[in-house]
């Protein structure tokens, strides 16, 4: 129970990664807000028990932020704890690339973040008590993909707004970390994987031989809102099974 009295908010949490970091933080004791501009997402909160509230949230909107951390402090008394997790990708070649797109991922992934960080550390400065804020980057916020401009972009740019953030907030002992994962196990990859073209391109640069689980990112999400971590902050911790680490192809086996 490593997070027993702390309260949550985890965006993007319909499904997924962020469905997964908030089962692992009410696991750990927390009381958790389930934001995301999906509704379904207040049927994912329903399963999860009385300790799991949705709050249906456009994290581009200064206005929606502020209305979900006052909707949890409503809730539950306060907030500890703040997941950026609500992303969207746009696939387009570079030469093509719509200016509204681009300006779409980024109002999301980078703008959100920002929105949230802000509306989230407010009220943690309020409280007077600290806090942990986790971002979530991803392996493409330091490695290309050709087709994927946005989401690149938008990735990057969380790194060094985790790393600003950090700075910022120390001195109200607020702790800012990122999670940058590589090939996760989400429903999406789920549906690529059926093909052996694709199955061979992720796994023969994944030195792991596997991809990840959407638990896997959750418990480093359980260690960077925990006091295990409490000297850590500004970090960018990258769960992608040695792809960074790697230079070459390795061979996946039949």
Same mark, same amino acid.
């Given at each position: ?38 509704? !379904?997402?207040? #049927?994912?909160?329903?399963? *999860?028990?009385? +300790? ?8 581009? =909107? /200064? &206005? ?33 690339? !719509?200016?509204? #797109?681009?300006?779409?991922? *980024?109002?999301? +992934? ?8 802000? =509306? /989230? &550390? ?55 970390? /990122? ?76």
């Amino acid at each position: 129970m490593q997070l027993q009295g702390n309260v949550a908010i985890v965006t993007g949490a319909a499904q997924g990664i962020g469905r997964a970091i908030a089962e692992a933080f009410l696991k750990e004791g927390a009381q958790v807000v389930l934001a995301d501009i999906d509704p !379904k997402g207040a #049927d994912t909160a329903a399963a *999860l028990g009385e +300790n799991a509230l949705f709050v249906k949230a456009d994290v581009g =909107a /200064a &206005a929606d932020c502020t209305a979900l951390v006052e909707a949890a402090v409503e809730a539950f008394g306060r907030v500890d704890i703040l997941v950026n997790n609500a992303a969207i990708i746009h696939t387009a070649d570079f030469l093509d690339l !719509k200016e509204e #797109d681009f300006d779409r991922v *980024l109002r999301v +992934n980078t703008k959100g973040s920002f929105l949230m960080g802000q =509306a /989230a &550390a407010r009220q943690m400065v309020k409280q007077g008590e600290g806090g942990n804020i986790i971002n979530m980057s991803s392996v493409n916020g330091l490695m290309a993909i050709p087709n994927q401009t946005p989401y690149n972009v938008s990735k990057g740019a969380i790194n060094q707004l985790t790393r600003n953030m950090a700075l910022a907030l120390a001195p109200h002992n607020i702790r800012v970390n /990122a999670i940058g994962p590589g090939s996760i196990m989400t429903d999406l990859l789920k549906v690529v994987m059926d093909s052996e073209e694709v199955r061979q391109r992720i796994l023969g640069r994944t030195p792991l031989g596997r991809c990840g689980e959407v638990e896997e990112i959750a418990s480093i999400a359980v260690f960077l809102a925990a006091a295990a971590s409490s000297y850590v902050t500004g970090q960018i911790i990258y769960a992608d099974g040695g792809r960074m680490a790697l230079n070459y192809t390795v061979p996946v086996s039949e």
